[in-house]
């Protein structure tokens, strides 16, 4: 082999070795990788500070609309409170929001079976009392009523008449006044519910209603009372019948 031909063989086999050699430099055999991971930081950090400023502003924003929702809830809730308390039924105690108004003119049953309507009564006042032998508050002021009665058995003054609201026969009715030892109330029933019904929706047990000499209408007391009791005899003194002692 000639000399120049030994010179391109040795540079030849050089450049192999040189080769090798790199690919065996860390340096060199990791530099991509370095160079896209440098590369994928940067622009990941770009975007941090790209969408740092953007996020700030939407959590911004978010709790604005929270704080703004709440405030419009703690406003509503009074204004939403008022319509519900103007739906609440009948309160315990006097009622006169329908006074002056006539007697109805539905029957119900007497004591003894027969047919009768407040106009029976017309010339004296007289207290009307809805009860049921289910219904507790009824039950209790039962006796009281009674002695009302008793006190005005003679004298005229005051007409006493519990109206039972029971649907069961009217012999019941009788037997159960007679085991709570009601003497001077008669068992006078509505079974239909003709009367209490005529009288309005708002009418729950127990209710008592006072109806002046001339039938119309003075109060009606939501819920039992002693009507032995000195409210009883301020309110019956509105219709000029004061309870007597029996």
């Known amino acids: 082999m000639s000399r120049r031909g030994l010179e391109l063989g040795l540079a030849a086999a050089a450049g192999k070795r040189g080769n090798a050699g790199d690919d065996e430099n860390p340096l060199r055999a990791h530099g991509l990788r370095l160079a896209v991971r440098r590369g994928f930081r940067q622009l990941a950090g770009e975007l941090s500070q790209f969408y740092r400023p953007v996020m700030r502003t939407a959590l911004l924003i978010g709790a604005l609309l929270a704080l703004a929702a709440c405030q419009k809830q703690q406003q509503q809730a009074p204004n939403e409170s ?28 007497n004591p003894d079976g027969g047919q009768i ?8 006042p007289v207290l009307v009392n809805f009860w049921a032998t289910w219904c507790a508050p009824c039950v209790k002021e039962l006796p009281t009523l009674d002695k ?12 006493v008449i519990a109206v039972s609201q029971d649907s069961g026969p009217q012999p019941s009715v009788k037997a159960f006044l007679a085991k709570l030892n009601v003497k001077d109330l008669g068992a006078y029933q509505d079974p239909k519910m003709a009367l209490s019904g005529a009288l309005g929706p708002d009418t729950v047990l127990p209710t008592s209603i006072l109806f002046d000499a001339n039938g119309k209408e003075v109060w009606r007391y939501v819920g039992d009372l002693d009507w032995t009791g000195p409210e009883a005899a301020k309110l019956l003194a509105e219709a000029g019948a004061a309870p007597k002692k029996p």
């Open 117 to 124: 309507s407040i106009a029976k009564f017309k010339g004296v």
């Open 82 to 109: 008022a319509p519900a308390a103007a739906e609440v039924g009948p309160h315990k105690g006097v009622d006169r929001s329908h006074k002056g108004e006539a007697a109805p003119a539905a029957v119900f049953n």
């Open 148 to 159: 009302l009665a008793a006190a005005h058995r003679d004298d005229g003054q005051l007409g």
